[in-house]
């Protein structure tokens, strides 16, 4: 691949180098070398042109100048001009300095060159010389999505590149790693190669990555290199990348116990990060009555740690099992204050006994008062018990 790139480049390279052209006055002009090559857009090009006498009589005071036309223009310290005492069989050499237009494409250009007497503005004859131009290539990473990993879990990374400059990237072989060694390829290479790449076009690609558990977390920097070819020679761009290792948690939240309208939680970090500031509070909702405050603070819980917290509420409707909304709120290791929701199951098999036996024993006793309050206004009534009890304190 490398030779046939350059024996098209040598191809592309010759008319430029060795076509002599001729103009009106007899002159031949010839590009002997010019640097760059090829010319870059942006840049500047340092051309060397050989001026020969084919016939004729000599000429004196003869100027040759470049005429400034896209995508080729004097340097701003350039004298467009190169004046002659004497033009002969000898011939000269003369050197210009230019400065190539940023936005041309890759391709062949024609540099304008005409030669006249000094104090003429008449055309002796002018020229067109071909210039190669071969557009920078620059290729960059637009997007990363997600730019946080969390440890242990398996998280596909979209890298997006973009083709930015004026020339297509054909063969572009796109390589990672972490320095570290912290961060890892799960399921694939660490290497992808892409065909092509259009100007302005940009493509996509997911490398699985995986962070080690016992990373710290914080942020940590993978390096992306990108290598293409260009005149024939394997050329590379580094960029290094930032990942936010660490983040969110997740949580496992149970009833603990229930008792008396005092609900009991117990909450677990089941995740791999810390979290802090952990808070869970419960929302109003239809089937639940909260008694004073739904929330209660936590603290800090480190991963595979757990709490109980309490709660005052009474339920609305005695079903056997019914679900709580439970919303937990904390800070994870980046900074950023989270929450989750969850609907915790909640068995109401010891609050309905509870409720059903108080409503079997309230009857009843309310029924045994009433025969005693009963009996004894009878006696009161029929045996005068009262004034009886009043004469017996006498």
Do not use: C
């Amino acid at each position: 691949m490398k030779i046939l790139v350059s024996i098209l480049s040598i191809l592309l390279f010759l008319p430029s180098l060795f076509s002599i052209v001729s103009a009106d006055s007899g002159l031949g002009f010839q590009v002997l070398k010019y640097n760059p090559t090829p010319a870059e857009p942006g840049n500047f090009l340092e051309i060397f042109v050989s001026v020969t006498k084919n016939s004729g009589e000599d000429l004196r005071n003869h100027v040759i100048e470049i005429l400034p036309e896209y995508p080729f223009f004097p340097a701003a310290s350039e004298d467009s001009r190169r004046i002659f005492s004497k033009l002969d069989s000898n011939g000269a050499i003369v050197r210009f300095e230019l400065r190539v237009a940023e936005d041309v494409t890759s391709g062949e250009y024609f540099l304008k060159i005409r030669n006249r007497p000094l104090n003429s503005e008449l055309n002796s004859g002018f020229v067109r010389l071909p210039i190669s131009i071969l557009s920078k290539i620059e290729v960059s990473i637009d997007n990363i999505t997600p730019n946080n990993l969390i440890p242990a879990k398996l998280t596909n990374v979209t890298f997006n590149f973009k083709n930015s400059g004026k020339a297509p990237i054909n063969d572009l072989l796109i390589t990672w790693n972490n320095p570290e060694n912290k961060i890892f390829p799960i399921g694939s290479d660490n290497r992808y190669r892409i065909k092509n790449i259009g100007i302005n076009e940009s493509m996509n690609v997911i490398f699985p990555m995986i962070a080690d558990p016992n990373i710290n977390q914080g942020i940590h920097v993978i390096d992306i290199n990108m290598e293409f070819e260009r005149f024939g020679e394997s050329e590379n761009i580094i960029s290094k990348i930032a990942f936010v290792v660490g983040g969110t948690t997740d949580y496992n939240i149970a009833q603990s116990e229930f008792s008396n309208n005092l609900l009991s939680l117990s909450i677990a970090n089941i995740g791999v990060n810390i979290a802090t500031g952990v808070l869970i509070s419960i929302p109003e909702q239809e089937d639940w009555e909260i008694i004073g405050a739904g929330d209660i603070f936590l603290g800090n819980l480190q991963p595979g740690d757990f709490t109980v917290g309490s709660v005052n509420i009474i339920p609305n409707i005695l079903n056997t099992n019914q679900n709580l909304k439970v919303l937990i709120y904390y800070t994870d290791t980046v900074g950023t204050r989270q929450f989750i929701e969850k609907n915790v199951p909640i068995n109401l098999i010891n609050e309905t006994e509870q409720k059903n036996d108080k409503s079997l024993i309230d009857p009843l006793t309310v029924f045994i008062v009433l025969i005693i309050v009963g009996i004894f206004l009878y006696s009161n009534k029929r045996f005068n018990l009262i004034k009886k009890i009043k004469k017996i304190k006498k």
